[in-house]
Structure formats: structure tokens, C-alpha cells
């Protein structure tokens, strides 16, 4: 069965330092991979996937994330944090059928002034 | 302006009552999804619809029901056998590609459900 899991429940950073966010991911077959961001109390939004292109993603808001199948990962990262960045992400992959997604439990960023 | 809508955002509601969440979406996507979503947690899936007039149970069905009579319309309704029902709740939905290709699930703003 596919899985994440995110390693950090919560993450603090300075405004202008990079932001690192751990995804590992457990699949039998090379999965399809996304990360979310959710602002509090709104619905989520799509940062970046991975779908058997290039390993390295780029996103919006200046995201990318790295596919690594060595070590099973997906982290996420931005190399200067904003404070608009404060918000929950979620890593999730796809099931086997339906586009069914599993999602990791979430990492929640602080961003200090 | 394309998007999926969910009403009402806060919505409360007695122990013992049936409440129905609405969702619309005007993308003309095929697939619809319902999450739930505690404190703390992921998001976990309620029940999901590839296409009209069909839909499956996820992985936490129990104490729900939903319909998908229209395309754009996938309510869903929290009866009173579920146990815990207060809770975010969000929909999203999605279109196949014929390629066969993972496609990314698009969310509403999803409707805070209070039970007491």
C-alpha cells in the first residue's frame, strides 16, 4: 500500500532563511507525488507533483521538491521564507486506482519576523 | 470564475441530527472527492465518485452517505450513527486524462462542522 509520511509536525524558520519540509514516501511502484499548502481554515492548495518527469520540481511561490527513489523522499524547499508562507503542507501520493489520494499527516510552518 | 464551492463555511448542528454538506464544482471534472480532516491529522477520505450516478466508500465511510446525481453536485451527509461528526470537511475533484496520467485533485474551502 502507498504511504507517506511527514517527518516534522511542525517547523519554525526565520523570515529569509531557507524552509525544509520531509516527505518519505513508501509505494511498490514509482508513485505519483504531490505537495499542498492549506492557509487556516481554507481549502488546499497544489505547491507542486511529481509525476515520473524530471526529479527535480519546480512550483509556485518559489517551492521545489526533489524526487529521490534512493532514499524514498520528496522534500520540499524554498530558499528564503516569507511570512506569507505560514501555513499547514501536505505530502500525499496517489493510490493504485481512482486517483485516490493518501496524504501525510502535515507539517505545520512558522515563519518568525 | 471556475472553481468548486462549498456551503455554508461553519455549520452547526445537534447530537442526533442529519446535516447535508453541499458541494459544487462548474470545472466539469468527472471525479469528486470528500475529506475529513481533525486537528492535527491529515486529511482522511470519506467517499469519492469517478462519474455520475456511481460512487465508492474510503477509508472512513462509516455514519456517512452521498449521492452524485449531477456532475457538478456531489453533497455529501453526516447521519446521526456518525460517532465523532465535528469536524473540516472538504471536497475536491478531479479529471481523468486519457493518457493515464496522475492528475492533481482540486479543493474547495471546505465547511467546519460543529456537533454538540
Known sequence: AQS?????????????????????YSSSYSPSLFWYVQHPNKGLQLLLKYTSAATLVKGINGFEAEFKKSETSFHLTKPSAHMSD??????????????????????RVLVKP | DG???????YLFRKEGQNVTLSCEQNLNHDAMYWYRQDPGQGLRLIYYSQIVNDFQKGDIAEGYSVSR????????????????PTAFYLCASSQPQRTGADYEQYFGPGTRLTVT
Open chain 1, 4 to 24: 507517506v509520511t511527514q517527518l516534522d509536525s511542525h517547523v519554525s524558520v526565520s523570515e529569509g532563511t531557507p524552509v525544509l519540509l520531509r516527505c518519505n
Open chain 2, 69 to 84: 446525481e449531477k456532475k457538478e453536485s456531489f453533497p455529501l451527509t453526516v447521519t446521526s450513527a456518525q460517532k465523532n
Open chain 2, 3 to 9: 472553481g468548486i464551492t462549498q456551503s455554508p463555511k
Open chain 1, 86 to 107: 505560514a501555513a499547514e503542507y501536505f505530502c500525499a501520493t496517489n493510490k493504485a486506482a481512482g486517483n485516490k489520494l493518501t496524504f501525510g499527516g502535515g507539517t
